[in-house]
């Protein structure tokens, strides 16, 4: 059974820092794609960043981020702990969100709308102005 736990969520003030982990178990991590997507209330689901298994998987790079937090936030994985985690700098306010941790074994293209095998429940970021 494959679990995704994430943890690290909470309440910070503008300006502030926020580092989530997501636990994986009953997968090989190392083979997966894995992301974090965050939704709103009233807003979709969207990317934030994907960190590929490979050192090279999309024309040479290894990480995508969405535009929205590019400079700011920080994806990295570590294998020989079946984690990724997700660094969050110079929060603003509208990072307001659930973060949600997805692991995915296809290959298929982050711009795909079945992207994600597995997803974990979620962790709630919020932060003050």
């Known amino acids: 059974q494959v679990q995704l736990v994430e943890s690290g969520g909470g309440l910070v003030q503008a300006g502030g820092s926020l580092r989530l982990s997501c636990s994986a178990s009953?997968?090989?991590?190392?083979?997966?794609?894995m992301g974090w997507f965050r939704q709103a209330p009233g807003n979709e689901r969207e990317v934030v960043g994907i960190?590929?298994?490979?050192?090279?998987?999309?024309?040479?790079?290894?990480?995508i981020y969405a535009n929205s937090v590019k400079g700011r936030f920080t994806i990295s994985r570590d294998n020989a702990k079946n984690t990724v985690y997700l660094q969050m700098n110079s929060l603003k306010p509208e990072d307001t969100a659930v973060y949600y941790c997805a692991a995915d074994g296809t290959g298929r293209s982050y711009l795909s709308p079945r992207w994600g095998d597995y997803w974990g429940q979620g962790t709630q970021v919020t932060v003050s102005s």
């Open positions: 960190i590929s298994w490979s050192t090279f998987s999309w024309s040479g790079r290894s990480t």
């Open positions: 009953g997968l090989t991590f190392s083979r997966y794609d």
